[in-house]
């Protein structure tokens, strides 16, 4: 009985409350009209009728029914109009566009779904009436601004706010795009530099949209991809020699503030000089001025040409920030998708991880670890996971990364650091100790690895180096031994001597790359021991000038290096006895 009265009286009573926005208000009859047409629509008993005025309507009206949004003002025509004309970028036919506009102009209304902000902080917006919103969907508020969809809850949805926040005010409408988060992109977008969101920064005016690509993909499959098994060269000997680099590994370059981690990566860039390698360097959290010297000196070394800066700096919201990397690499896949390799870099992680830890207590998760979420494991591995070398069926592309992470007191075991490592295939480590005393770039030998890069390793550099971690390994022990006793044999003097000047070698000056011939021959000579003799302080200037004297005498050896990439035992015999000659020639003796 009381249930069938409840139905009764609901279905007798059915209260509808709509909105209508207008420029200039309706009169009393066209609105008495709307009112009769919803009662009807929606078979409703009455019609609460809130009403609105808002000049940037310019005409027409908004009508807002639940989570419906009937936009029939002459604004979102003229947006419309706007948008065609983007897509069709001015080469398509203007007339038939206009025309086709202003038919819809005059008929159809665009129905979207949508609602209004509901509160507004920290650059979080709560909004109703998005009941079919998705994860990481765009909405876009009334000024234009654009929001990405985070939490959705059964009342309302928390959007983080991709824009200034202070231009934004409760209540003011949002509606529902259907689209995913993407970036412009573009041969164009090549030398340039550009924000989280793919707009550039750098007053150079826009760039010529070719494709859209969307900010979060999935990571490519394991049939799609093939072993790394081609070098990815850095220039930088330290790491060549010891811990290759192939291209679509993921290698964290990982240290204390102010040990190098940024120079490696970019010296790494400026090696990529006529390689036909694309790099991508994203800056996350960075100051707007360090960002502004990177650029600077990537021009002075040509390398803006291959080369496109994404930055999210500090000053901007932790959303930008948070977003800044996944745009980054899908510039990084649209290279990819060409068959291109692609070099990208994310300086550094550990601020993205901060900034997602700030989003993430706003959105109010619950903290874990360090106060950081539960996800953020995930944060980083379906970031990395998308670099990967495809095979020949899908374009032979690929994306190398080189993610960069900021350690405290060299603490290694850090929730970040930790969860980094496990996800890349290695490490340079880089050690303030190390970089104090002027061993720059600053490598621990020791705590560096590379899983994968011994198969993308030159043979020629891999024949010469192969020896060079024990020996430097072995060279560390004998030291701590020899600062306690005075006598010490020929041998162990000999072995001294010569760690000695492997580690001088190693040193090695900002923006100086090495090519890969150059540090065959250096190796070749040097793992003989052929440099000893010669006083640590010397041995580099020797090495340089035996270089290039090497380079005019014995050309052919070096074209058949550079060209073969192997190292046949005659040219390494050649190499050797040219260190002897070249020491006569500056008038150092055989020990
Ligand atoms: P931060 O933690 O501030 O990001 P970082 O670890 O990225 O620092 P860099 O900015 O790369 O370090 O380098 C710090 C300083 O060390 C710079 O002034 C740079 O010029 C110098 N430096 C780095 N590598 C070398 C090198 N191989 N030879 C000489 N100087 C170097
Ligand atoms: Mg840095």
Redesign the pocket.
Known sequence: MATDFTKKFFEDNRILKARVSYAKRPSAEELERLSQSLKETYHATEVILEEEQNEELIGGYVLQVGDRIFDNSVKASFDKLQEHFKQEKGNGNVISVLKSNLDGLNGEIAETEGGHILRLHDGIAAVDGMSQAVYGEIVLFENGTKGLVQNIDETEVLCIVLGDEQELEEGDRVIRTGKRAGIPVGKEILGRVVDALGAPIDGAGPFREEDWYLIERKAPGVLERQPVNVPMQTGILAIDAMFPIGRGQRELII?????????????TIINQKDKDVICVYVAIG?KAS?VAQIVSNLKKHHAMDYCVVVSASASEPAALQYLAPYSGTAIAEYFMDQGKDVLIIY??LSKHAVAYRALSLLLERSPGREAYPGDVFYLHSRLLERSSRMDEAHGGGSITALP?V?TQGGDVSAYIPTNIISITDGQIF?ESDL?FAGN???VNVGLSVSRVGGAAQTKALKKVSGTLRIDLAQYKEMESFAQFSSELDSETKEQLAYGEQLMELL????YEPKSMEKQVIILGAATHRSFLGIPVKEVRAFAEEFYQWFAQNYAAVLDEIRDTGNLSDDALEIIRNGAEEYKKVKGYGKQ
């Open positions: 240290g204390d503030r102010q040990t190098g981690k940024t120079s490696i990566a970019i010296d960075q360090t300086d550094d960069i900021e880089l970089f720059r770039p600053a040193k090695q000056p900002l």
